[in-house]
């Protein structure tokens, strides 16, 4: 009779997996946090373990890339030996030398244009937001991220979503490490280490002020007195880029959603059987084709936006710039990802058919002729 409690708490994850990749710590959450190259799919800072974390606190780990639920110490050697629960069980009990071939680590990506945030005061917001967020105080953040987003705690731990809350009613904000940064749900995107981004997305019930009018709002949307659209906030130094660009490399089929929670949401349901990633909106202020290198190995890359006029016009213009787009209706005649997950969209079923569908490239894919428009793209045309 295999006793897996003992044989997890004589394991630790840390040096488990601290043999296939150098683990940093960024965090003293659930026993400290590292982060480092994922042992499995290569990348720079997709790999995160935590030793005290896990439901039963016995060690944790996760790759937001390959393995987003992530799992414990057994699930990590069943992955790294290619083996069933029994034989991993073995090999920790008998102490099996590891012997598996060096993982292969993809090329980092290509960084044309540096992001302009101060790196080390976006850390600190990071880590001080992740803190936040799982307080006591912010337990209704939490419920709307799980109910109302429908993400797992590993999901929301794993891309290191925040909060930045200030204690008072009538404080939009706070400032931290010298970046002031606007009260709401965090969502940093970081891309080969770089932090490119910290998003603030308002929390629905929190005061907030017009971006336009200045009225003082509690309904993330259109302000019912000027019309401006308020949802999004950000920081000085933010820059444009392609939410969830890692998890793109190796994978044949991508989705692009149009927002952030719609990505984490379908990467969560079916990020093992495409890329999912995002441009932040239907129609980015970013220039396209500097994330053309992640984008081009991909066909089909299947557009999910938003059932609406701004959805379907940042459609059209994606699938006018390259052939390997298609377009993909959201199921339920939902609005969004979130919303057909909402009805009971089964969402991984939705993918699994997209890609049985025969949307095959008319090309191979891989084989991209320089005239593929997306590479010929002058900047800034989207
Ligand atoms: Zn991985
Ligand atoms: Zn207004």
Known sequence: ?????????????????????????????????????????????????????????????????????????????MKRDNCNFTEAIDRLTHHTPTNHAPRRTPAPPSRPNAPELNQAAA?????????????????????????????WDEVIRLWRIGYCSTGRRDEYGRTIAGLYVPRGIIIPNIIGGAVWALKVRLMPGVPFQCAKCKAVLTTP??????GENNKMRGVKGNRAALFGAETLPGMRAAVLCEGEFDMLLLNQCAGDLVGVATFGSARPNLDVATWASYLLPIAPLFIAYDSDDTGERGA??????????RRLVVPMKAKDITDSWKAGADLRQWVVEALNRGHLPQRPAFATTPADPITAMPPQTL
């Open 221 to 226: 949307g259109r302000c019912p007195h000027c």
């Open 1 to 77: 009779m295999i006793d897996t409690q003992t044989v997890k708490r004589e394991h630790d994850i840390l040096t488990l997996a601290g043999r296939d990749t150098e683990l940093k710590r960024v965090a003293g959450t659930a026993g400290g946090e590292y982060q480092g190259a994922c042992p499995f799919c290569g990348g720079r800072d997709r790999f995160r373990a935590q030793p005290g974390g896990g439901r039963d606190g016995l060690g944790f780990w996760a790759c937001r890339v390959c393995e987003p639920k992530g799992g414990d110490v057994i699930a990590y050697v």
């Open 123 to 151: 850390l600190r917001v990071i880590e001080e937001c992740e803190a936040d967020l799982w307080s006591e105080r912010c337990a209704p953040v939490r419920d709307y991220l799980r109910t109302e987003r429908g993400l």
């Open 316 to 325: 059209d213009g994606l699938m006018g710039l390259t052939q390997r787009a």
